[in-house]
């Protein structure tokens, strides 16, 4: 095995909201492979619709820029845990990785869980304090506590001894200088250069490669991305691809591509230790092996954490249904089986009823970007009450646990500490940075379901809470459900101002004045702790008789705007989040108010069987 000296393959780790994508922008414009008319515009690598709405990577995406006589292949890793799947097959093709943290918040919860991965990958780290010309920047202390992270996560001797610079990505500089206002990024260039090694190769050896991400084109079909292992591969090279069990297909590579700036370009030749993309081959999925003919021996596949979090996914089947472009089940299945090629953290199980499916994922995020991704394709479906996944570990029944931390200003540290306690959160850790009180806890994720909206509610909208994945732990009984009922649209119609007045009296609105409304439907959020029925499409009765304090002018409140993520945290196990291209409503599963008191009588019976 020998090194290449000519290439860099290097991840870039970090929380949400730390920087990771400016810091990017800076390498380019700063690298000197561009003009300035080919970079537009900020967070160039956050090219997807839903990336810039939400300001977060969602995709990992391969990019590769020169400086000097090296060639740097950057690996952008999303930020978020429920995009674990991403991380976790990307960072098999570095042999580096740049982390990002916040000058003043420092390691988070996210930071963790990426960091822990590119360890279990042997990667070389190299820390950058992002953000060091915030007026509250401590980076100092920041990088003392990256120092502690790294001995929490059992990095090893070398990783401990990692080299660090102090940035800033909007402003374009890093230094080795924590005071440094000025200067260029090009010291965090040498540095990779210089501290990351190059990947090490067997140029001699037989051709392998091990597919970790997946490209679709509508020309060539599937596109198997990931870096050469051993030996080189040309264009009409005959090749296998070794599938799960071992199984080998023959195929021909028909074009090899390299990453180069933020494209990708042919080359006749592609040599070990590089990040190519090989059209060619139809029946590749990630995690397959993609080697020499006369050499069908495949390396080991990639492991990813299994899903935390599953929901039912079926057709919708509410009268408003049509305004999609994909209505039925097998659309929906189609779409589903589509994802699963590219998204590796992803299960889908099929159900007792065909029109639905169990989808699983790694967090309600995950899974709603799923979802958001759909709707704006054009399907049309329903969507279930989040469930967690649990296991019988030992006999005993385990569910998944969260690690969770809170940011509040001090004034509010008592209700958040309460909100959490009654989910059966645990705190680990309390202390205080300027004005905010920084709380760690260990939660079921259970309990993190509708707790972001009543946080920010007590809070008054100041709370920051991160949170991902911690381990498998025993079941600790029941978590407080919703402690609102909620008032159900008992017909068919347009909601009406007049009706609307009397109810908001009662709750708090979700639908206003011309709204379509149907039986079955929620239109409002009940104050008291039952569901009611109720007419959203009553009108006023007309007379002839006029009188000076019979007619009032009506004053709505506006309704309550739901979010996806709003609604799938809302609704519980007999509801049902509709979601459309436009549209997002909530509704009963049983939309007749008869059928709903039948299956609530059934319920009761089935509970009285099993605890007698």
Known sequence: MTRRDDIRNVAIIAHVDHGKTTLVDAMLRQSGSFRENQLMGDCILDSNDLERERGITILAKNIAIGYGGTKINIIDTPGHADFGGEVERTLQMADGCLLLVDSF??????????????????????????????????????????????????????????????ASGRAGYASHDPGARS??????????????PGPEVDADG????????????????????????????RKAQPASLIKAGSRAIPGTINQVLVFDKLGRVE???????????????????????????????????????????????????????????????????????????????????????????????????????LIETMRREGYELSVGKPEVVVKQIDGVKHEPYEYLVIDVPQEHRGPAMELVGNRRGELLNMDLKGTYAHMEFVIPARGLLGLRTRL?????????????????????????????????????????????????QRGVMFVAPGDEVYEGMIVAEHARDNDLVVNPSKEKKLTNMRASGSDKNILLK???????????????????????????????????????????????????????
């Not at 609704?571 to 549209?583: H, M, R």
């Not at 909530?586 to 059934?602: N, V, Y």
Request: net charge negative; aromatic share 6%.
């Open 105 to 166: 918040e420092g390691p988070m919860p996210q930071t963790k869980f990426v960091l822990r991965k590119a360890f279990a990958n042997k990667l070389r780290p190299i820390v950058v304090v992002n953000k060091i010309d915030r007026p509250d920047a401590r980076p100092l202390e920041v990088l003392d506590e990256v120092f502690e992270t790294f001995i929490e996560l059992g990095a090893n001797d070398q990783q401990l001894d990692f080299p660090y610079l102090y």
């Open 183 to 196: 200067g260029d990024i090009r010291p965090l260039l040498d540095l990779i250069v210089e501290k990351i």
């Open 206 to 233: 037989p051709f392998k490669l091990l597919c970790t991400t997946l490209d679709f084109s509508e020309f060539v079909g599937r596109i198997a991305i990931g870096r050469i292992v051993s030996g080189s591969v």
């Open 267 to 369: 080359v006749e030749l592609a040599s070990a230790g590089e990040v190519v993309a090989l059209v060619g081959l139809a029946d590749v999925d990630i995690g397959d092996t993609v080697s020499a003919a006369e050499d069908p021996t495949p390396l080991p596949r990639i492991e990813v954490d299994e899903p935390t979090l599953g929901m039912l996914f079926t057709i919708n089947d509410s009268p408003l249904t049509g305004e999609g472009e994909y209505l039925t089940s097998r659309h929906l299945k189609d779409r589903l089986d589509k994802e699963l090629r590219s998204n590796v953290a992803l299960r889908v199980e099929p159900t007792e009823d065909r029109d639905s499916f169990m989808v699983s994922g790694r967090g309600l995020l995950h899974l709603s970007v």
């Open 456 to 504: 920010l509610s007590a809070t008054q909208g100041e709370a920051i809470m991160h949170h991902n994945f911690h381990e498998f732990r025993p079941h600790r009984g029941e978590i407080p459900r919703r402690p609102n009922g909620v008032m159900i649209s008992n017909c068919r119609g347009q909601a009406i101002a007049f009706a609307l007045d009397g109810l908001q």
């Open 558 to 612: 506006p309704p309550r705007e739901l979010t996806l993520e709003i609604a799938l945290e809302y609704i519980e196990d007999d509801e049902l989040v509709e979601v459309t291209p436009s549209k997002i409503r909530l509704r009963k599963k049983e939309l007749r108010e008869e059928d709903r008191r039948r299956a609530d009588r059934s319920s009761k019976d089935r509970k009285k069987a099993v605890g007698a």
